[in-house]
């Protein structure tokens, strides 16, 4: 259950198409400003 309170489980069903592509790359993208609050994007 730990891995929950890092990442959020992904719609699997999403997965290969460009939705699953674009929920990955916002979620790569927070967790990047979350680990570097000071960055701008």
Known sequence: ????AV???V???LR???AW???TAQA???RETA???GASA
């Open 1 to 4: 259950d730990k891995i929950l």
């Open 7 to 9: 990442q959020k489980p």
């Open 11 to 13: 719609d699997q069903s």
């Open 16 to 18: 290969e198409t460009s």
């Open 21 to 23: 592509l674009r929920v």
């Open 28 to 30: 790569a993208a927070a």
């Open 35 to 37: 680990q570097n609050p």
